[in-house]
């Protein structure tokens, strides 16, 4: 992992990640699979906060002030407390793909980070690539994550026709 591969990652997945949630209706933006699932739009909200709060802040912090706390962070409850399945789909979109903007400019204006400087987190050391690496990774789960809420819905909005057809999910 170096740093002009994680940019290429990080933008190939916001286009990604835009291709698969552009033009959802509101409805499949808000359903969820079950209580414990999140939706398309709690997801996009997620990786929102995650850019502004987590990845890009926590990486500047190992970067630029070593030995600092990071801030508290609380995913899970986020979605909830902030209420991400009562907003609007597209503008939470464009919300995340312009911070990931922010975040690639940022990324590109580090030049050759160390990328083996360690950060002492709550839960022990991690190197600045660690964290690299985790944010193009984050991004893969949550693009898993869309996907199979697109098959969900899908399977759920053409009952009582069955996708077997289509292939083993």
């Known amino acids: ?58 990486l500047d912090t190992c970067l630029n002030r070593p030995g600092e706390a990071w801030p508290p ?16 789909l597209e503008h939470s979109l464009r919300n995340f793909l312009e911070e990931r903007q922010r975040s690639l400019a940022w990324l590109a204006g580090l030049g050759s980070p160390d990328l083996e400087a360690e950060q002492t987190a709550p839960f022990g050391q991690i190197r600045t690539g660690d964290l690299l690496a985790a944010w193009t990774a984050h991004d893969l789960l949550h693009l898993r994550q869309l996907v199979e809420l697109h098959w969900a819905w899908m399977q759920k909005e053409v009952a009582p026709f069955d996708v077997r057809y289509a292939g083993e999910w």
């Open 1 to 58: 992992m170096d740093i002009k591969r994680a940019i290429e990652l990080l933008r190939t997945h916001a286009d990604a990640i835009r291709g698969l949630v552009a033009g959802t209706p509101g409805e499949q933006a808000r359903w969820k699979p079950d209580a414990g699932s999140w939706s398309i739009l709690e997801v996009i909200n997620h990786l929102y906060d995650e850019e502004r709060e987590d990845f890009r802040l926590r």
């Open 73 to 88: 962070i609380d995913p899970q409850g986020w979605v909830v407390q902030r209420q991400y399945n009562s907003r609007d």
